[in-house]
Structures are given as structure tokens and as C-alpha cells.
């Protein structure tokens, strides 16, 4: 079964690079890697995506490394409007395409 | 351009009470989502669509049900709420998720409480 897992919660000071790492437990060969950011009382969104190697776009850059066992989201300088939970979920591809949350990585940055 | 809208976005119900929960997405998405949210944790699934007039379970379907008569519409059912269900309901919709992983797109929620 498709899997992610991530560590529950980060703290950062503003400014600061952080780093966040997903394991991604059975990824199967045709899955993209994505990363979404949700903010209190809101739906998540979408951050970035990749497949292979390294993306980078204007929030975030994401680095894979070649067996695709984990993913990376950096996210450079961050403010506090960052304050957020992060999620990495899995593509669950049996009986249908379904995409699966875990409970995410709660990122509390400080002044 | 509207996205996903959810309606209602509160309701408050006395158990066993029966509620509708509408998803309306104006992008021609062929999948959509039932997610529901409860404090301090992740997004769990509750049921989901590939197109119009199916559905499928997804990892906590008992006490709700779903339909999809029209692709832009997913209705999420309760036949007769449970406190445990005092939740907050996220629908989502995407393209297709063949090759590259299909972007889901959220509603803003919709927070029931049942007494």
C-alpha cells in the first residue's frame, strides 16, 4: 500500500532555509512527487511537483534523488506567512487513482 | 473562473439528522474528492470519483454516501450523522492522474458539527 511518512512537526526562525523530507513507502514507477501547503481554515494547495532530480519554481524547490525512495521541499527564507502544514501524499494506484494524506508536517516559524 | 465551491460551508446537526454536502467544480475535472479533516490531523479520504456516474471508497467510507450524476457536481451524504462525524469536509477535483500526478484542486471546506 502507497504510502508517505514525514516528520509531524518543524520549527524555523524567519529567514532561515528549511528543509522538509517525505519517505515515500512502494512509489510506483509512473508517479509524480507532490507537495502541498495547507494554512489554518483552508483547503491545501498546491506548492510543486517533480519526478526526478530537482524543481525548482517560484515558493519552493524540490529535490528527488535518483532511486525515489524521498523527496526534499526547501523552502528558502521563510517569513512568517509560512506557518503551515506541508504534505506529501501518496498516489495510491490500485482499483482506481486516489491520493492519500498523511497528517502532514506542521511548520510554526518564529520571529 | 470559480475553482471548487463548496456549499454549506456550517451546518450544525442533531444526530441522526440526515445533510447533503454540494461540490460544484466549473473546470471539466474528471476526478473528484471527498476528504474530511479533523483536529491536528491529516486529510483522510472518504470517497472518490473517476468520472461521471461512478464512485469508489476510499479509506473511511462507512456512514457516508456519494453520488455523481453530473460531472461537475459530487454530493456527499449523510443518512444519519453521528458526532463522530463532526468534522471538516474538503472536496477536490483533478484531471486524469495518468502520467504525471494529477494536481488536486481544494474547496475551502465545509465544517459540520453534529450534537
Known amino acids: 500500500l502507497a504510502k508517505t511518512t514525514q516528520p509531524i512537526s518543524m520549527d524555523s526562525y524567519e529567514g532561515q532555509e528549511v528543509n522538509i523530507t517525505c519517505s515515500h513507502n512502494?512509489?510506483?514507477?509512473?508517479?509524480?512527487i507532490t507537495w502541498y501547503q495547507q494554512f489554518p481554515s483552508q483547503g491545501p494547495r498546491f506548492i510543486i511537483q517533480?519526478?526526478?532530480t530537482k524543481v525548482t519554481n517560484e515558493v519552493a524547490s524540490l529535490f528527488i534523488p535518483a532511486d525515489r525512495k524521498s523527496s526534499t521541499l526547501s523552502l528558502p527564507r521563510v517569513s512568517l506567512s509560512d506557518t503551515a502544514v506541508y504534505y506529501c501524499?501518496?498516489?495510491?494506484?490500485?482499483?482506481?487513482?486516489?491520493?492519500?494524506f498523511g497528517a502532514g508536517t506542521r511548520l510554526f516559524v518564529k520571529a | 473562473n470559480a475553482g471548487v465551491t463548496q456549499t454549506p460551508k456550517f451546518r450544525v446537526l442533531k444526530t441522526g439528522q440526515s445533510m447533503t454536502l454540494l461540490c460544484a467544480q466549473d473546470?471539466?475535472?474528471?476526478?473528484m474528492y471527498w476528504y474530511r479533516q479533523d483536529p491536528g490531523m491529516g486529510l483522510r479520504l472518504i470517497h472518490y470519483?473517476?468520472?461521471?456516474?461512478?464512485?469508489a471508497k476510499g479509506e473511511v467510507p462507512d456512514g457516508y454516501n456519494v453520488s455523481r450524476l453530473k460531472k461537475q457536481n459530487f454530493l456527499l451524504g449523510l443518512e444519519s450523522a453521528a458526532p463522530s462525524q463532526t468534522s471538516v469536509y474538503f472536496c477536490?477535483?483533478?484531471?486524469?492522474?495518468?502520467?504525471?500526478?494529477?494536481?488536486?484542486?481544494f474547496g475551502e471546506g465545509s465544517r459540520l458539527t453534529v450534537l
Open positions: 477536490a477535483s483533478s484531471l486524469p492522474q495518468t502520467g504525471p500526478t494529477g494536481e488536486l484542486f
Open positions: 512502494n512509489i510506483a514507477t509512473n508517479d509524480y
Open positions: 517533480g519526478y526526478k
Open positions: 501524499p501518496a498516489e495510491a494506484n490500485t482499483g482506481g487513482f486516489k491520493t492519500i
Open positions: 473546470m471539466n475535472h474528471e476526478y
Open positions: 470519483s473517476v468520472g461521471e456516474g461512478t464512485t
